[in-house]
């Protein structure tokens, strides 16, 4: 079946980096994009960025610019995101999904950012 | 950016209830809206695309309207397990925008 897989949980202090992974399985990989979306603890829902899985095309929200990278490896059918420069406002639950009109998602990843 | 706004942010409700939220865009988006259900601790699922197509799976009474700036999601008659909330998405234009959520619960 059509599934995103995304890694574990993550626990960061201050100004590290994490990078989330998103595995793709059930479908051609390169036949749509990726899209990166995170739910601060009670909060509504925030659209990180795009990736074009076919050519690399890659959309960021403004407000995230220079801190993320959105990344595809197609020989694995995986998606990356790194935020780097980590805040304390960065923990969220981190979720990837197929397509920009999200039909498929993967299963989330907690980032905690504490000292 | 297109800001995206919702009404009511709360909706109380009951089962067998027919329930109406609106989604308004600060400008056109076409038909480019999606509506998902989110349910505490779960990842979203989307229900309606292009304003008006239901999703693969999606019972009936989950229903898309609009075009424009101006959509609804209407629940025909609502169940128990639609007690959640409710998110529009704007994907005409990036950056791609959410509505801040319609919480839907019991009366």
């Known amino acids: 079946q059509v599934q995103l897989v995304q890694s574990a949980t993550e626990v960061k202090k201050p100004g590290a980096s994490v990078t989330v992974s998103c595995k793709a399985s059930?479908?051609?990989?390169?036949?749509?994009?990726v899209s990166w979306v995170r739910q601060a603890p009670g909060q509504g829902l925030e659209w990180m960025g795009w990736?074009?899985?076919?050519?690399?095309?890659?959309k960021y929200a403004q407000n995230l610019q220079g801190r993320v990278t959105m990344t595809t490896d197609t020989s694995t059918s995986t998606a990356y995101m790194e935020l780097r420069s980590l805040r304390s406002d960065d923990t969220a639950v981190y979720y990837c999904?197929?397509?920009?009109?999200?039909?498929?998602w993967g299963q989330g990843t907690t980032v905690t950012v504490s000292s | 950016d297109i800001q995206m706004t919702q009404s009511p942010s709360t909706l109380s409700a009951s089962v067998g209830d027919r329930v109406t939220i609106t989604c308004r865009a600060s400008?056109?988006?076409?038909?480019?809206l999606a509506w998902y259900q989110q349910k505490p601790g779960k990842a979203p699922k989307l229900l309606i695309y292009?304003?008006?197509r239901l999703e693969n799976g999606v019972p009936s009474r989950f229903s898309g309207s609009g075009s424009g700036t101006e959509f609804t999601l209407t629940i025909s008659s609502l169940q128990p397990d639609d007690f959640a909330t409710y998110y529009c998405?704007?994907?005409?234009?990036?950056?791609?925008?959410f509505g801040p959520g319609t919480k839907v619960d019991v009366k």
């Open positions: 292009q304003a008006s």
């Open positions: 998405q704007q994907y005409n234009t990036f950056p791609s925008t």
């Open positions: 999904a197929r397509n920009q009109g999200m039909d498929v």
């Open positions: 400008q056109s988006i076409s038909v480019w």
């Open positions: 059930g479908y051609n990989f390169t036949s749509y994009g």
């Open positions: 990736i074009s899985a076919y050519n690399g095309n890659i």
